[in-house]
């Protein structure tokens, strides 16, 4: 199970930090990713992180402004983003790679998070 936390409202250019905690045993071995969708559109992919976290990927609409990092001691993936923009309106999802040891890139999700809404405003 995935649980997301930390959205909100925000003012363009501020900051939030996601945090997405997972239950079971087996968090360390999966890589994780955040998705996003905005209002009327199809979810996307946003940051992963390699099971040990020292691999991550990033779209390149978020690069330089969002982090991506995990703890693997709190089964916790966390998504850092700042200098939001209004365009970063969203429910954010966290997910877990279909399978242990998963590549950061081409990432394919398994279990997915309920989401969590971000409302930026200009």
């Known amino acids: 199970q995935l649980v997301e936390s930390g959205g909100g409202l925000v003012q363009a250019g501020g900051s939030l930090r996601l945090s997405c905690a997972a239950s079971?045993?087996?968090?360390?071995?999966?890589?994780m990713a955040w998705f996003q969708q905005p209002p009327g559109k199809e979810r996307e992919f946003v940051a992963s992180?390699?099971?040990?976290?020292?691999?991550?990927y990033y779209a390149e609409s978020v690069k330089g402004r969002f982090t991506i990092s995990r703890d693997n001691a709190k089964n916790t993936v966390y998504l850092q983003m700042n200098s939001l923009k209004s365009e970063d309106t969203a429910v954010y999802y966290c997910?877990?790679?279909?399978?242990?040891?998963?590549?950061?890139?081409?990432?394919?999700?398994?279990?997915w998070g309920q989401g969590t809404q971000v409302l930026v405003s200009s």
């Open positions: 997910a877990t790679g279909h399978r242990p040891f998963g590549t950061t890139w081409p990432f394919t999700p398994g279990y």
């Open positions: 992180i390699s099971s040990n976290g020292a691999t991550t």
């Open positions: 079971g045993r087996t968090f360390s071995i999966y890589t």
